[in-house]
């Protein structure tokens, strides 16, 4: 072989010497890149997690608690309508039993009226004030069974009222 072949044989094999090199000094420096990038990645995974298991942390003690404040109106609202069912019953008893009568007071000025009532009590009454008519046992219970349909009305708007207030503002 010539020696103008072996110059051109050393100076490609310098060339390929020198990309190799070059080569293999990239692949160090983006392989150093890549891992920090990598590093970075995984530590901002992480602290996503993290904000992310605190976040869902919060919303469960934000449930828990209107859960239990839902329960705690729940069961005021049972009691007050049971409470009041009881008081209903037990005025229906007395009123069935002519344990107790309701009356009304007349305008004793309504002339109009054509109700001959007289406009005082005898001496030995215990009512006060105007002229008084007894009612009937019957129309007594419709208007008990009125007032406790008001009432239990009342206390579901509490309790609706109360509900919403506590789901809406759960802050």
């Not at 293999?24 to 997690?49: F, S, V």
């Not at 069974?145 to 239990?152: A, R, W």
Request: glycine share 8%; proline share 2%.
């Amino acid at each position: 072989m010539s020696p103008a072949v072996w110059k051109a044989v050393g100076a490609l094999a310098l060339v390929l010497l020198g990309a190799g090199s070059a080569w293999q000094l990239q692949d160090w420096r983006y392989g150093a890149q890549l891992a920090e990038q990598g590093r970075l990645h995984t530590e901002t995974l992480n602290q996503l997690a993290i904000v992310g298991a605190a976040a869902q942390k919060t919303d469960q003690d934000k449930r828990l608690a209107l859960e239990q404040r839902l329960s705690a109106s729940e069961q005021t609202y049972y009691k007050e309508l049971s409470d009041a069912q009881t008081n209903q019953a037990r005025l229906r008893d007395r009123l069935a039993t002519s344990d107790l009568r309701l009356s009304v007071l007349l305008d004793a000025t309504d002339s109009a009226s054509g109700c001959s009532v007289p406009a005082g009590t005898g001496a030995g009454g215990v009512v006060h004030g105007g002229a008084r008519a007894r009612l009937d046992p019957a129309h007594a219970q419709r208007i008990v069974s009125i007032t406790d349909h008001g009432d239990q009305g009342l206390i579901a708007l509490r309790a609706c009222q109360s509900y919403v207030k506590n789901v809406l503002f759960i802050r």
